[in-house]
């Protein structure tokens, strides 16, 4: 996935990397029937071939393509004598004939045009057990652990039983006792203080990744409740609101086939 790291490397090393310096761009798609047999290759080695790449750079990079199968859409490489950076990016570029090869200046637009075109996305999913957070960017997706880390299992616990009561009590008990109706109260004081707590973690992890959108997922009360009390610098980038996963402990990639569109 291109981390804020590398992006941040894109910009501030390869950009300035002094020329010259072999720019590749390819459409390596493998839905793409013309990627059948890593037709790719060939059209790789054609537009190097094009270009007044120095041999030995050349072959180093076509070497390169050759060992490493492609897991994306379309691969971005940089080289020059020595020095060789290679990027998959699950998205398509507009390529002519699934293939450009420049040498001279570190050709960036396309890449550049990628990075400042799709916005990072944070999906915060409601889990049962405790709150999960990711983040979708480029036709990605990263789970983000640490980003909840600083509240404890037990807390995580109080959630999920206050929960439960607060469900219980709304399909229609009666209450009789008044001290039943303090503690109710309680619940919910303590339930909208963790709430802020956890938009205050979410927001410190927006800022720090620059998630430009939101995406809440989770039981539609629970969801509707956090998005209320978020601030509104943060509730106006909610994009939207889906329900939970049929199944606890979600894998990542079910995550994202709720969520890429």
């Not at 200046?105 to 999913?125: A, K, M, N, Q, S």
């Not at 620059?210 to 998005?227: D, T």
């Amino acid at each position: 996935m291109l981390t804020q790291e590398v992006t941040r490397y894109i910009r501030e090393f390869v950009a300035p990397r002094v020329a010259p310096v072999l720019s590749l761009y390819l459409d390596v798609n493998p839905a793409n029937p013309d990627n059948q047999g890593k037709a790719y290759l060939l059209r790789a080695r054609e537009a190097i071939a094009a270009t007044p790449t120095p041999p030995e750079v050349g072959k180093k990079v076509l070497e390169a393509l050759e060992r490493s199968l492609p897991q994306a859409k379309s691969r971005v490489v940089f080289a020059a004598e020595g020095w060789m950076e290679i990027y998959d990016l699950q998205v398509d570029l507009p390529l002519i004939q699934g293939a450009e090869a420049r040498w001279g200046e570190p050709y960036l637009t396309p890449i550049l045009y990628v990075l400042d075109e799709y916005d990072r996305v944070g999906v915060v999913y409601l889990d049962s057990e405790k709150w999960r957070m990711f983040e979708v960017y480029l036709g990605e997706i990263e789970e983000l652990p640490g980003a909840f880390r600083a509240v404890a299992t037990q807390e995580w616990n109080q959630l999920t039983q206050a929960g439960s009561g607060r469900r219980y009590s709304q399909g229609g008990i009666h209450r009789a006792a008044a001290n039943t109706d303090r503690f109710e109260r309680r619940l919910d004081a303590w339930t909208h203080r963790f709430y802020k707590r956890l938009a205050g973690l979410l927001e410190q992890t927006v800022n720090e990744r620059n998630m430009q959108r939101l995406v809440l997922m989770g039981p539609k009360a629970e969801v509707q409740i956090f998005k209320d009390l978020l601030p509104r610098r943060l509730r106006e980038r909610v994009m939207a609101t889906l329900p939970s996963l049929p199944t606890p402990g979600a894998q990542a990639s079910e995550v994202f086939n709720r969520v890429q569109e």
